[in-house]
C-alpha cells in the first residue's frame, strides 16, 4: 500500500512539474511574441559581380605623352606623385605632368577627370594606399 501511494505521488509529482514546464514555456512564447521584431543583416553584405576587362595598353614611348598623377587622397599619396612629377620634369622633360585629386574615395567614379584624361588622349598614374 505504501509502495502504490508513493508511486502515485511521483507520478503526480512529475505530471505537476510537466503542466508547469509547458505553461511556463507558453508564457515565454506569448511574452515573445508581444516584443518588437528585429530585423539583423549581415554586415560582410555581398559584392557586386566582377565584370573582368582587359588592361589598357602600353604606348611604347612616353615622350609627347600627358601623363596624369592622380591622388586618392591616401595619406602622403600627394607627396609621392609630386615627388614623382618633379623627378619626372628633371628626367623626362618631354613628358608633360598633370597633378590631380580625384573625387571620392578609390572606387567612386570621377567622370569628370576621365573625360579630362581622355580628351587629351592621356596616360594616368594612380597613388593607391596599402
Not at 618631354?94 to 578609390?106: I, M
Request: aromatic share 8%; hydrophobic share 45%; charged share 20%.
Amino acid at each position: 500500500m505504501r509502495l502504490t501511494r508513493f508511486a502515485h505521488g511521483i507520478s503526480q509529482g512529475v505530471a505537476r512539474f510537466g503542466l508547469f514546464g509547458i505553461a511556463i514555456a507558453c508564457a515565454g512564447t506569448v511574452a515573445a511574441a508581444e516584443q518588437p521584431l528585429y530585423t539583423v543583416l549581415n554586415p560582410t553584405g555581398n559584392p557586386p559581380p566582377i565584370e573582368l576587362r582587359a588592361m589598357a595598353p602600353r604606348p611604347a614611348s612616353l615622350s609627347g605623352k600627358t601623363v596624369y598623377l592622380v591622388d586618392e587622397t591616401f595619406d602622403g599619396g600627394d607627396k609621392f606623385l609630386q615627388a614623382m612629377q618633379a623627378w619626372m620634369a628633371i628626367h623626362m622633360p618631354d613628358v608633360k605632368t598633370e597633378f590631380r585629386e580625384k573625387k571620392g574615395s578609390y572606387a567612386a567614379d570621377d567622370p569628370d577627370l576621365w573625360k579630362e584624361i581622355k580628351s587629351v588622349n592621356g596616360l594616368m598614374i594612380m597613388a593607391i594606399g596599402h
